[in-house]
């Protein structure tokens, strides 16, 4: 008896331990992201907190770094935001409710479907291509921010109707029974059951696949997005830069003051990257009370 | 907790608003700095005379040179290509503003080839090239009938340097330099680039072969016999890139454009390059008198003629691009040509 109990103790000491070491190493797992990315944000801070000026916002591009700023890089990238949302929120929640409420289930949705989770893990360059193609040359829309603004819908759409399915597939069955079971009919229950419990989902998708398009380079580059641009839009058909395509430029400068300039423009694009995510988090509580 | 949440949707929006103002009112403030002769420029349609000479002293102010009446233009101009020569054509374009406000020009970074490929389909009327049009490209050009003018803008010099702890490479031959460099080189350490050499491991640093700098020293140094590929040689279109490589290999050597050396003096050591006449290191002085051979490059744009030819303001952006492109060449790190030769340029477009 003695030596059974004995014996049990150890292998439960044994198992501690080895609880212990797995959690560490977890840990471990853990904290090699989070260091990384506490350095790499260190780094830039220190780098771009003296140029985090109001020159930044309000100067164009120079070839003196004491004088440049990324003003159309951010105008350019907030007009394309404007461009982007309305258009990709509807052809992105339109389509998501087609394959999830009218769609049958037949070979042909299942086949869209596995259609659309693949798009959305093609790489951004090939929808820049896309873009060139289709919207640059056949469309004639020329280098401009609507010929953007388009590509990169179609970049962020499959990430949308991804999201925007899965928030509609959340809903409860009973919610959809209950509207029919009151008369109501299809686009009813739709509009008036099943969407305003999926918004909030659907809004952390819109959201999240906003933030993809403005940190994108790739396929704007692709579809000429410009560098040196000294002003702002005027109508949707003007040449324009953004962000990402800035600090590229300032990055790849010799002088380290542009160096400088980069890392307060990556700064200023992380700044409204987290409060898109900010904004999505809040959306959702926000809506999620009310249902 | 419900009232945390409802304070801070509006205090999201507000925050974006103070962003997207900041952005905006940036206009009116701007009018001082860089649009500063926009506004007198406006005026000038109306009122004649006294706001023009007004517009003309602050064109002078901004070193302009070129002291002639010039008529007001509209229009815009869209320039790619090279992003060697983009430093050059953003510092000539924020210049040229002051004088002509209304002359909308971008820049683009499609690299030379990029650039040469839209050039010859008709979709800009300046191309930025960091070397010659190729034999392929003007083909091109001829069969879409697309007739241009090269015009030489500025020298760099390709640096060629090693890490800061080398005490022993004093000069590199040009000969030496294609051993290293060339395909299929057998160098493994530097003892066996010259004699009496320690037998430190080397490790290249090149640009990549898709950038005009390669281009240029496979054509000058290699004989275009072609780069090494091979376990000791790294590749990146990042000079910046090479720039780190070199300062952190103690055997390390590299070259990229005279900026990049320039800016990084404490952390590299230049290599002077005996061309046939003794070594010669790269220098401002070196550089524009051409001692500095074979490794100073000029840089060039490429206009259409057509467009040089019917569109006023392409003219008269050219015309400014030659004739300030010299004083503005030091400001980004490259070196300006010989005053004769920007006068040679200057003629080949009748300006």
Redesign the interface.
């Known amino acids: 008896m003695d030596l059974l109990r004995s014996a049990n103790r150890e292998q439960i000491a044994r198992r501690r331990k080895i609880d212990f070491c797995l959690h560490l190493l977890f840990a471990a797992a853990t904290s090699v992201g989070v260091v990384a990315l506490c350095a790499l944000l260190i780094d830039i801070l220190i780098d771009g907190i003296g140029r985090l000026r109001?020159e930044l916002?309000?100067?164009?591009?120079?070839?003196?770094a004491d004088?440049a700023?990324m003003?159309s890089a951010?105008?350019g990238s907030?007009y394309m935001l404007g461009i982007m949302l309305p258009i990709s929120f509807m052809l992105g929640v339109g389509a998501a409710i087609w394959l999830e409420e009218y769609a049958g289930r037949g070979r042909l949705t299942r086949l869209i479907r596995l259609n659309i989770r693949t798009l959305a893990g093609v790489p951004s360059i090939v929808y820049g291509i896309l873009g060139l193609t289709l919207f640059v040359r056949m469309l004639m829309l020329q280098?401009s921010l609507l010929a953007g603004a388009f590509t990169m819908t179609i970049l962020v759409l499959p990430i949308i109707i991804v999201a925007a399915q899965e928030a509609l597939r959340a809903v409860p069955k009973s919610r959809r029974e209950a509207a029919y079971a009151l008369g109501a009919n299809k686009w009813q229950t739709v509009s008036r059951a099943v969407l305003p419990s999926a918004l909030p989902g659907i809004l952390t998708g819109v959201i999240l696949a906003m933030s993809r398009a403005i940190g994108e380079t790739a396929p704007l580059?692709m579809i000429?997005?410009?560098?040196?641009?000294?002003?702002?839009p005027k109508s949707v058909l003007d040449?324009f830069t953004v962000m990402p395509i800035q600090i590229f430029?300032w990055?790849?400068?010799?002088?380290?003051e542009f160096?400088e300039l980069a890392a307060a423009g990556i700064l200023v694009l992380l700044a409204?990257l987290l409060?898109m995510n900010?904004?999505a988090i809040?959306l959702r509580?926000?809506y999620s009370?009310q249902i | 907790m419900?009232m945390l949440?409802k304070g801070?949707?509006p205090f999201?929006m507000a925050?974006?608003m103070v962003?997207?103002a900041?952005?905006?009112?940036?206009?009116g403030?701007?009018g001082g700095?860089?649009g500063g002769t926009t506004s007198a420029a406006g005026g000038s349609g109306g009122s004649g005379g006294s706001v023009d000479s007004q517009a003309k002293a602050a064109k002078e102010n901004a070193g302009g040179g070129n002291g002639e009446q010039q008529p007001k233009l509209s229009g815009?101009i869209?320039i790619?290509g090279s992003?060697t020569v983009?430093?050059l054509?953003?510092?000539v374009?924020?210049e040229y503003?002051a004088e002509q406000p209304d002359v909308?020009?971008?820049?683009?970074?499609?690299g030379t080839g990029g650039g040469f490929e839209?050039f010859c389909a008709g979709e800009i009327p300046i191309a930025d090239a960091s070397r010659p049009i190729k034999d392929s490209e003007a083909q091109v050009c001829a069969e879409a009938g697309i007739a241009y003018t090269e015009l030489s803008i500025a020298y760099d010099g390709l640096s060629v340097v090693v890490n800061k702890d080398n005490d022993w490479v004093d000069y590199l031959t040009i000969e030496e330099l294609k051993r290293i460099f060339v395909a299929g080189s057998g160098v493994r350490t530097w003892a066996d680039v010259r004699e009496g050499w320690p037998a430190e491991e080397i490790t290249l640093f090149s640009p990549g072969a898709d950038s005009g700098t390669y281009d240029y020293f496979n054509e000058a140094i290699l004989e275009k016999a072609g780069i090494r590929s091979d376990g000791q040689i790294s590749f990146s279109e990042?000079?910046?890139t090479l720039v780190r490589g070199v300062a952190g290999n103690k055997g390390g050597i590299g070259y990229f454009?005279y900026?990049?050396y320039?800016?990084?003096t404490d952390k590299l050591k230049v290599v002077p390059i005996d061309g046939g006449s003794g070594p010669v290191a790269p220098s401002l002085d070196t550089i524009k008198d051409g001692t500095y051979s074979p490794l100073s490059r000029p840089l060039f744009i490429y206009v259409n003629n057509q467009a040089l030819e019917e569109r006023p303001e392409v003219k008269d952006f050219v015309r400014f691009y030659i004739g300030n492109v010299g004083g503005?060449a030091k400001?980004?790190?490259y070196v300006p040509l010989p005053d004769e030769k920007y006068a040679e340029e200057a003629a080949k477009i009748g300006a």
């Open positions: 109001p916002f309000e100067h164009f591009p120079s070839r003196r004088r700023g003003k951010i105008v907030m280098r580059i000429g997005a410009l560098t040196y641009v000294a002003f702002l040449p430029n990055m790849s400068r010799p002088q380290p160096h409204l409060l900010f904004a809040l509580n926000k009370k | 419900s949440r801070f949707l999201v925050a974006v962003l997207a900041a952005c905006g009112s940036g206009n403030e701007n700095n860089e815009s869209e790619d992003s983009y430093p054509t953003e510092a374009a924020e503003a909308r020009v971008t820049v683009g970074t499609s839209r990042d000079d910046n454009g900026a990049y320039e800016e990084n503005l400001d980004v790190g």
